[in-house]
């Protein structure tokens, strides 16, 4: 009984419908009030009612408990620690700081979302299976792959990255927690709501605009469109909160000794991605206020009726979602240069260079994000910049990949099913970095644009990029989490069946674009049976595959061998506590004495952890 | 999922930059404010390039009176930094004191604000260049506004004591908070208001 009053989901269940009703009824007596017809307007009515029951959701769950006991001017103990760690299972579903329980409940909820956004892209497959009709409308064709794409991004890309960085930089760089441990998280119970957002769009005839909801189709959508709207803020609001978060702890709250130089490139890699969020992802907040404005109170950014500019909408979102792009990578480069240097036994090759080029695709990747738009009718001078500063890109990119290979040059490797993901993730990269590069060039791109080589290009990277370093990134660190090693030969059959069956899915597109298929059509001329037969019943397999995956963790998890507090020998800081890490992480702040890929030397060390806290002097009053 | 190993809370670490870690936090939140009011800026950039900004209905906005808000909201910044000073000065009457000036001239801005809507004879739903007067100055609005209710719980804390010299970060971002609006509207006001409409 008590539960419903107690910060946890039960409270959930009533603050959010109880702030909807609130703010439904006083928009419905504003609009009266002021002699607003009609008085009951769905679409008003449902923003407010999405908004405020968002806001709902995060005070059930107990976000505002601790600000607003600081509103109301009450006493404050920043030693608090009373919500901190996970004691049993039920600890996952409440509203927690450790930095660690976030972590995975980053992951564990991100990774359901993957599964739901795979399972459109199996529908949709079946779909297209076969030239014709089979078992989807058009319209419901458009909503499934519109969904697929914002799902996986916003709800599954770019927070899961957010999930593993959380997990792992506090105890990287030696820290206690993150900076803010209540936005911490706040930022995780924010996705839930994007999440329910943009999966609920479905009982209001979801969104058709594709994953981008250009203008002036997004204008003329159903009310689908408006919770797209919403769930994209909501997700990008989490997104900016963690990344302040991350910025704050990287540059504040290294241990003694752990110079910038000294940082892990994971380290790094989050320390660009999320410097990338704080600029990059309030340009599609503004993108989308401005087309939810058009569409709620009829005001003209984007109607060619009231002089406004269409094309500006699709400026404003690239200019945060070719940033996004890295956003969805970036970390991505980090564990595989963690999870390369670990299990090839040799230190990073060209560390600084590798550190560098995560800062310089940072900068150069605002410079670019018109390349989306060569074929959409805007100012022509802008064509050729453009391509010259993507063709740039690959530069920095180019030296990471060069680093790995030259990492693992003559490395003693351990064929652990992570660096199998981690070598695999070179090949297929390699192969979508190749196709961005022939993107870049106008006219090549204006000719192939809006084709299935597109889906082909960023499903390359996106799939055989981000996905492989999730994969690593996931082996890698499992021991760690959960103290036991997971399968090693059905790990062995998941990166298989996975690198084969991705392939075998995404490569065909290329020719099927070049061909001239179109993308987002629910229908194909003829000569493209047998090759969209083929994506789709690899498409199954895949999707299958994903199954071992999952069958491993959960089983592993429980009924592993225990690995040690180091199974990989790895010699970063995270490597040197008991796995899982203790509550507070370190029992004493670390030392750190050196670089932190000293694999090969002698006795090297990354850091140490004293047994005992050396006296501190104490001034006393 | 905890190991056997657990020890006990540690103390705040020691920081190594000058900043607290809240004002470093809110100083690169701020960075994405910036960016939000960028996005529309940058639309209202490319309004005034492409077609030269005309008012809906050869209307003109009170450049003028505009001008003494403008005043008012600059005075507001210096009392905000006086709420400061005063605390330095463990002088507890004084910092509510100014917050409450500051308060004050910041809702003498907004109402302000609001009657300039009254009378300005267009609406956000007359073309594109309404739509944007009407966005850029609300969304400044809307910051004066969470800002208001930020000054409002701090002269809340200041009534129960709360502010210390020792502790107030938090009255500090309210006064970073304060001042970057009030930066935010001088460039508001210098591109949307005093550039002639062309």
Known sequence: ?621 | MSAATDHPAPQIQPYRTGLRPETLGLIIFLVSEVALFGAFFMYYANLRILNGIVWPGDFDIPADSTSINTLILVLSSFTCEFALLSLERRKNGAVFGWLFATFMLGAVFLGLQVHEYMIVGFTPQDESTGTIFFTLTGLHGTHVFIGLVLLLFGMIRALTGRWSPERHSGLLGISIYWHFVDIVWVVLFTVVYCLPSS
């Open chain 1, 1 to 621: 009984m008590t539960a419903v009053l107690k910060p946890t989901l039960a409270r959930c269940l009533w603050t959010a419908p109880a702030f909807a009703a609130l703010a439904i009824l006083i928009t419905v007596a504003a609009r009266s009030i002021f002699g607003m017809s009609p008085v009951l307007q769905e679409s008003t009515l449902l923003t407010v009612a999405y908004i405020a029951g968002g806001i709902g959701f995060i005070v059930g769950i107990g976000g505002f408990d601790y600000w607003w006991t600081w509103m109301r001017g009450g006493e404050l103990d920043p030693n608090d620690h009373s919500q901190h760690g996970a004691h049993s299972w039920g600890d996952y579903f409440k509203f927690n700081t450790d930095h660690k329980v976030i972590g995975i409940q980053y992951i564990v909820f991100t990774f359901v979302m993957f599964l739901v956004g795979g399972m459109f892209a199996e529908v949709f497959r079946s779909e297209l299976a076969k030239p014709g009709q089979q078992v989807l409308t058009d319209q419901q064709y458009n909503g499934l792959i519109s969904q697929h794409g914002v799902i996986m991004i916003f709800v599954f890309m770019v927070p899961v990255f957010a999930g593993i960085g959380n997990y792992v930089i506090p105890l990287m760089i030696g820290a206690a927690d993150m900076a803010f441990p209540r936005l911490n998280a706040v930022s995780f119970w924010l996705l839930p709501v994007a999440a329910f957002t943009l999966l609920s769009s479905f009982m209001f005839g979801s969104f058709d605009g594709g994953w981008t909801g250009y203008p002036t189709l997004s204008e003329q959508s159903g009310y689908g469109m408006t919770l797209y709207q919403l769930g994209i803020q909501l997700a990008g609001a989490s997104s900016i909160a963690t990344a302040v978060n991350f910025l704050v702890t990287i540059i504040a709250m290294r241990a003694p000794g752990m110079t910038l130089f000294r940082m892990p490139l994971l380290v790094w890699a989050n320390l660009a991605t999320s410097a990338l969020v704080v600029a990059a992802t309030p340009f599609i907040a503004g993108a989308q206020f401005m087309a939810m404005f058009d569409r709620e109170m009829g005001t003209h950014f984007f109607t060619v009726a009231g002089n406004g500019d269409t094309l500006v909408y699709q400026h404003i979102f690239w200019f945060y979602s070719h940033p996004a792009v890295y956003i969805m990578i970036l970390p991505g480069f980090g564990i595989i240069s963690e999870v390369i240097a670990t299990h090839a036994r040799k230190p990073v090759f060209g560390y600084r260079a590798v550190a560098f080029s995560s800062a310089g695709i940072a900068i150069l990747g605002f410079a670019v994000w018109a390349h989306h738009m060569f074929a959409s009718g805007m100012e022509p001078w802008l064509r050729v910049p453009i391509m010259l500063s993507t063709l740039l890109i690959a530069i920095p990119t180019g030296i990471k990949i060069f680093s790995w290979l030259g990492t693992m040059w003559g490395g003693v490797l351990r064929m652990t099913t992570a660096n199998l993901f981690a070598i695999g993730f070179i090949f297929t990269f390699v192969i979508g970095g190749l196709s961005g590069v022939m993107l870049a060039v106008v006219p090549f791109d204006v000719s192939i644009t809006n084709s299935y080589f597109i889906v082909a290009h960023f499903h390359y990277v996106l799939f055989g990029g981000s996905i492989m370093t999730i994969y690593a990134g996931f082996y890698h660190w499992f021991p760690k989490v959960t103290g036991r090693m997971y399968n090693e030969i059905l790990g062995r059959w998941h990166f298989w069946l996975t690198f084969i069956f991705s392939n075998l899915v995404f490569f065909p597109m290329h020719y099927q674009g070049l061909l001239g298929m179109p993308r987002r059509v629910a229908d194909y001329a003829p000569e493209f049976a047998w090759s969209n037969t083929l994506i789709s019943i690899a498409a199954f397999i895949l999707g299958a595959s994903t199954l071992i995956f999952v069958y491993n963790m959960i089983h592993s998890a429980r009924h592993g061998k225990t690995g040690g507090a180091n199974p990989w020998r790895g010699l970063t800081l995270e490597w040197m506590l008991s796995s899982p890490p203790p509550i507070f992480n370190f029992p004493t702040t670390p030392r750190v004495i050196g670089g932190p890929y000293r694999y090969g030397e002698e006795g090297a060390k990354h850091a140490i952890v004293p047994e005992v806290e050396p006296a501190t002097v104490e001034t006393t009053v």
